[in-house]
């Protein structure tokens, strides 16, 4: 940690607190849900009225998606921006979504509440140094393939620029499992709260790509001590465009947040760390 100055735990211990709209991230558990991608104004909104019932605390969606293939459906861009505007509008609930360029930083925050590095932008050091130089919070996810090390060596670009407000994220790295898209590593919260001052939350969706295993990965989140979740949602996951095996229905995030909630609660009392041993 030696040359990670400005990411490193002090003595003091005092941790990162972002306020974003309603909520404080790193002091609240925050969860944040939407669609992988923006693909029409009726999906965008139906799904964010859908979070805001549930108690999701803002709205995630994808205007511009850096995909594997470059005929895979890559995002409307300003007029994706501007639909999560209207969401935002009705809902009142925060807008995160991607960035990839750093050409496009400037005018992305004009639309956005949290910007979210790309687990394959992790290290792209021009757009790290660009969103550094900006007033919005930065959602960093951890690259496929990197270490605890080199995440953080990431978010201490951000801060070297002047934005101290960097959130952590893991979101499953690759591993020689082929059952699940991802390995969800969920060892990184500890080794987080040991390590960084800065808040640290997770992405069952993305960390597992299934369906059947986001809500056990999502509640193991919550008891090993994250500071929130994203989870994916889609008013009709067979119709998305992106990633349409790992997003939740209205009713099942529902059925989710009901849970997540119950065991927030239970975590917050002077029995519930003790009896699961997650950190608090």
Known sequence: MKNLKLVKLEESGK?????????????????????????????????????????????????????????????????????????????GLP????????????????????????????????????VGKSNKPILLKRGMHSTFRELLSCAEYILAEGN???????????????????????????????????PIMVDPSHGTGKLSLIESMSLAAVAAGADGILIEVHINPAEAKSDADQQLTPSQFSHLMEKVLKLKKFMDTEIGPSIIGGRH
């Open 15 to 91: 941790r990162t607190e972002i306020k974003v709209g309603n909520s404080v991230i790193g002091k609240d558990f925050v969860v944040i849900a939407g669609p992988c991608s923006v693909e029409s104004e009726e999906q965008t909104m139906k799904t964010a009225e859908a979070v805001k019932k549930a108690h999701g605390n803002m709205i995630r969606g994808g205007a511009f998606k850096p995909r594997t293939s470059p005929y895979d459906f890559q995002g409307l861009g300003l007029k994706g921006l501007k639909i999560l505007e209207k969401a935002k509008l009705k809902t």
């Open 164 to 198: 101290p407000n960097v959130i952590l994220c893991e979101r499953g790295i690759r591993t020689f499992e082929t059952y699940t898209r991802n390995t969800l590593d969920l060892s990184i919260i500890p080794a987080m709260k040991e390590m960084t001052h800065l």
């Open 95 to 130: 807008v995160v979504t991607e960035v990839i360029d750093p050409r496009d930083v400037s005018w992305v925050c004009e639309y956005a509440d949290i910007l979210q590095i790309g687990a394959r932008n992790m290290q792209n050091f021009s757009l790290l140094k660009e």
